[in-house]
């Protein structure tokens, strides 16, 4: 069904708001990628351009390593390196294995909670939400120390392991949808023979793909993004995740000023997985954002 | 198995599957925060043995100005971006949700949310960048004085604010659609019919009912801000003159510049007392403003 | 032999105790079903049976063993719930075959089980199907398909037509007797509808607030309830109260009821009552006559609603503020309004003392 909606000024007045908007949230992005096609000399003739005036990909080839240092520098570059394909590859599996160990796990204790009679199960409920509460600099510093004296700085699993085990959010998120499945479903499992386990994986687990991928997504999201735990962890280069290869990138300046072709370029690299991601999976993306609120 | 209860078999298999979430927090949250407690009784570099101290680091923080600064920075900071935030987000939401139920459009809003701090620091530091930035170049195109922005010591913290509104006006437009969309039309439809003004139907239908989203976003966003530090790291490192030196920017640095372990610890215990304050109470406040839906 | 024994059954939630100390013993192959209000506890004492609860206190027994510990998918026991319960995410065949599966039954073994239950229930067109894609009654069949092919020593019943429209209940009500006449396995059945219950049941308990009330056959209960609460739950319309008095006690436990000025004996299995008692007069929408009884007693009523639904009506009116209701079978042209005077035979008569407790005995009508 089509309404034709009367054009009234409140509705002129709200579509300008929203344009404006969405020009202030693109354009900057639009502008960067712009920068990353600039050539090293021209970045000040062209400030005000919305075009480059003599595209280039030399910026890119710069962060891609396929340029020498002296070429690099020639091209505006700062000397700084940033392995930025290195970082990507470290982000995917920093993000994916929090992503699916974290989920499976929150799954398993969020079903627990849910559906398990056991001694101190509220107690631990209590405690795991509690657990939300903790700014992240509390435990950081106890955390490092751990890593340190466990061996495991610059290493994947120490910068995994605060978390790839559980997260507060996501039991509590879980739990709820757990306790909403229709309870004769399991009830029928149990007097067909399946024992607590075999109940979660072939009868919980098939009807939670929802809520496992808001789960999943939101992590995603986070764990993308996250910054100050891997920047503490990893301090070599082989190690970095793309927050943190951007940061030191930007930081060293050995030629006194930034290059700021080289890092827009990566800018622009590192904002394409989200981009694509965005393309193949806007709508759960959305709801999944939304859903965090909804509860 | 029947010599063994109903509920201590059950219970042999509720921890079971806790067991791995059971070992992630007592390992990563319950055992790290009592240690950073006992930290904070200590003196420590890290290199050398810790060393007792007792109630010291807690005495040099009620007298250390940075401190102090550092929190009130961060309140500020706090106070700079949530109301604006919230307010554009609402704006935003009440505009899509009457405008478009377009994905593209929910997608680009919620765009920069999905970039990482650090992404969008350097988005913005070069946008602001005072000689090569387009924003001066804006402003000069109206005629105005170009701004130093994060150079400056009296606009940096208000640059970071900012930054973060970009990233975070989408989020909260999107957390409030989510809220707009479950009251339901026929409030409004009702009250056109009795001549009610659109004003009037968003003041006394939708900004009521949004209560319970509003809670939440205003706790999430405060407890999340207060902890500012992403932006501040790569855009200005607690700079210019100390402008920016935020209460966790500044327990970072004690931590992993200064090697003051039980200095930094007794403020991010410090920390955690305040925000627990502030979540209990805004989680009474909360109790108080139950969803009136359903 | 799967008869099955509850003991002084108890089971409290928390501190809220829901059935108190429940004695029955039901026999093999018997189709018992269990009635009563709402929130009385049916539900709970099935699940008890099945397992799915814990007992506070007290034994059951299935088959002559001790099932306090046994766990449930190891009482012999399969349940058909009230909403069905089928895994959605499984086909009509993966639904049965769950539970085999899980017994590590041999995959001949279980296809020759599928082949035959859904033989019996008509479902060979549906196996491949998902839960979604049946109707409300295909789904009742492969719920209780699911149950046959456990082969168990008892079927479990939680309500299993109250989600059907009223034809299908009916279809379902027979098939599920017939079922129960092929394989005169013990079943027990837990609804609320009494047709339900008289027409399927051996054996009925009629449960009240955590109690059994009474246990027996639907037309000894129809005949002689223990007391006011089973005579009022069993017969559809509800059976009409009326309050009368002790007027006159003569020898033998007979006493003279007054009831509208008018006296009749009754023989009285108690020894309790003294003249001037109050007591409950019962008597069935389906015993009202039109006309007066000799040897019964006679009054005046007026229609306020008479609902006629062709080959009976219903006449609803009220007598000192106590509602009565009549059943009249053939057609007439009743209105509200209509004045008429109405009559019941004295052995048509149920009476209950103060406490509701019954106070004779009715002959079951013999062959
Ligand atoms: N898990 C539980 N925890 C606490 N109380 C319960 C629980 N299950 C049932 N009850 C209580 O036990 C009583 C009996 O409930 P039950 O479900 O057996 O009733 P029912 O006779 O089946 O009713 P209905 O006809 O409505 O299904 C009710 O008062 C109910 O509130
Ligand atoms: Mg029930």
Same mark, same amino acid.
Request: overall charge negative.
């Given at each position: 069904m089509i309404l034709i909606k009367k054009i009234t000024p409140a509705r002129c007045v709200a579509w300008l708001v929203l344009i404006t908007m969405l020009v202030v949230t693109l354009f900057p992005l639009l502008f960067v990628a712009k920068t990353s096609f600039v050539?090293?000399?021209?970045l000040y003739t062209t400030s005000t351009q919305l075009l480059p005036d003599n595209p280039t990909l030399s910026n890119y080839k710069k962060i891609f390593g396929l340029l020498s240092t002296e070429e690099s520098i020639a091209a505006g570059g700062s000397g700084a390196n940033i392995n930025i394909t290195t970082s990507m590859i470290n982000s995917v599996i920093f993000t994916g294995i929090i992503v699916i160990v974290q989920t499976f796990n929150c799954a398993l204790a969020a079903y627990a909670f849910a559906r398990i009679p056991f001694y101190g199960s509220k107690l631990l409920f209590g405690a795991f939400v509690a657990s939300m509460m903790i700014p992240s600099v509390v435990t950081l510093i106890p955390n490092f120390v751990l890593m340190r004296d466990l061996g495991l700085l610059n290493s994947m699993l120490g910068m995994v392991a605060p978390f790839f085990l559980m997260h507060g959010f996501a039991v509590f998120f879980l739990r709820q949808f757990f306790i909403s499945l229709p309870k004769d479903i399991e009830e029928a499992a149990q007097l067909d023979g399946a024992n607590s386990f075999m109940i979660f994986f072939k009868i919980a687990l098939p009807l939670s793909w929802a809520p496992l991928m808001t789960v999943a997504t939101l992590t995603t999201i986070n764990m993308w993004n996250e910054f100050l735990w891997p920047f503490l962890i990893a301090t070599d280069d082989s190690m970095k995740t793309l927050p943190v290869a951007l940061q030191s990138f930007k930081s060293q300046t050995p030629q006194g000023q930034p290059d700021w072709g080289g890092l827009m370029a990566a800018t622009v690299i590192a904002t394409i997985p989200t981009i694509i991601m965005l393309f193949f999976f806007g709508r759960r993306i959305v709801e999944s954002v939304q859903f965090t609120g909804g509860k | 198995m029947s010599f063994m209860s109903r509920k201590l078999k059950s219970s042999l298999f509720g921890y079971l599957f806790i067991f791995p979430a059971l070992i992630g927090f007592l390992l990563f949250y319950a055992w790290p925060a009592g240690r950073a407690v006992g930290i904070s009784f200590t003196d420590w570099n890290l290199l050398s043995e810790p060393y007792y101290v007792g109630l010291d680091n807690y005495v040099e923080m009620l007298e250390d100005d940075q401190f102090w600064n550092g929190l009130k920075l961060s309140a500020y900071y706090v106070l700079l971006n949530i109301p604006l935030q919230i307010m554009l987000g609402l704006f935003l939401a009440v505009a899509m949700d009457r405008l478009t139920k377009s994905l593209f459009v929910k997608a680009a809003i919620l765009l920069p949310y999905l970039l990482s701090n650090v992404l969008v620091a350097l988005v913005w530091l070069w946008m602001l960048d005072p000689i090569l930035g387009i924003v001066n170049s804006l402003v000069a195109f109206f005629g105005l004085a170009p701004q130093a922005y994060l150079g400056d010591p009296d606009q940096a913290l208000v640059s970071v604010a900012a930054i973060n509104i970009w990233r975070h006006m989408g989020l909260c437009a999107m957390l409030f659609l989510a809220g707009l969309q479950t009251i339901p039309k026929y409030l409004y439809e009702s009250a056109s019919l009795e001549g009610v003004t659109e004003f009037q139907m968003f003041r006394k239908i939708t900004l009521p009912l949004l209560r319970p989203v509003m809670v939440f976003v205003l706790v999430t966003s405060v407890t999340g801000s207060f902890q500012i530090f992403d932006t501040i790291a790569v855009t200005t490192a607690g700079g210019p003159l100390d402008s920016t030196r935020v209460i966790v920017y500044y327990i970072v640095q004690n931590a992993f510049s200064f090697y003051k372990m039980g200095y930094a610890s007794a403020m991010s215990v410090t920390l955690c007392m305040i925000m627990l304050a502030y979540t209990l109470l805004q989680m009474h406040i909360m109790r108080a403003s139950e969803s009136d839906l359903n | 032999m799967a008869n099955i024994t509850l003991k002084n059954v108890t089971k409290r939630f928390d501190k809220l105790e829901?059935?108190?100390g429940v004695n029955l013993k039901l026999c093999d192959g018997e189709f018992v079903v269990f009635v009563g209000p709402s929130g009385c506890g049916k539900s709970t004492l099935l699940r008890l049976i099945a397992g799915l609860e814990e007992i506070t206190e007290g034994v059951i027994e299935i088959a002559d063993k001790n099932? #306090? #510990?046994?766990a449930p998918a190891n009482r012999g026991v399969a349940m058909v719930f009230q909403s069905y319960a089928l895994y959605p995410h499984m086909s009509v065949r993966e639904n049965m075959s769950f539970g085999m599966e899980m017994r590590g039954e041999s995959k001949e073994n279980i296809h020759t089980r599928i082949t035959k239950a859904s033989h019996i229930l008509q479902l060979d067109e549906l196996l491949d199907r998902k839960p979604r894609q049946l109707s409300g009654g295909q789904r009742q069949r492969v719920a209780i398909g699911r149950a046959i092919v456990r082969e168990p020593d008892v079927f479990l019943f939680d309500e299993p037509l109250s989600n059907l429209d009223a034809e299908l209940r009916v279809d379902m009500r027979i098939q599920i007797a017939q079922l129960h006449a092929k394989l005169k396995t013990t079943m027990i059945y837990v609804t609320h509808d009494q047709v339900e219950a008289m027409t399927l049941a051996d054996k009925i308990v009629v449960l009240r607030a955590g109690h059994i009330e009474q246990v027996g056959s639907p037309m000894d209960l129809y005949h002689n309830p223990n007391n006011a609460f089973v005579a009022g739950f069993i017969g559809s319309p509800k059976m009409n109260f009326l309050p009368a008095l002790i007027s006159d006690i003569e020898a033998d436990n007979l006493v003279m009821v007054a009831f509208n000025g008018q006296k009749i004996p009754f023989k009285i299995q108690s020894d309790k009552l003294s003249i001037g008692d109050p007591v409950t007069l019962g008597f069935r929408p389906e015993h009202i006559h039109l006309a007066k009884q000799e040897d019964g007693f006679h009054f005046d009523i007026t229609v306020d609603v008479a609902e006629h639904l062709g080959g009976i009506s219903y006449l609803y009116s009220q007598v000192e503020d106590n509602k009565v209701i009549i059943e009249i079978s053939g057609e007439n042209l009743l209105a509200s309004g209509d004045v008429l005077s109405v009559g019941i035979k004295q052995s048509d008569c149920y009476l209950f003392d103060q406490a509701g407790k019954t106070l004779i005995d009715r002959a079951l009508p013999n062959r």
């Open positions: 050539p090293a000399g021209e | - | 829901t059935i108190h099932m #306090n #510990n046994v």
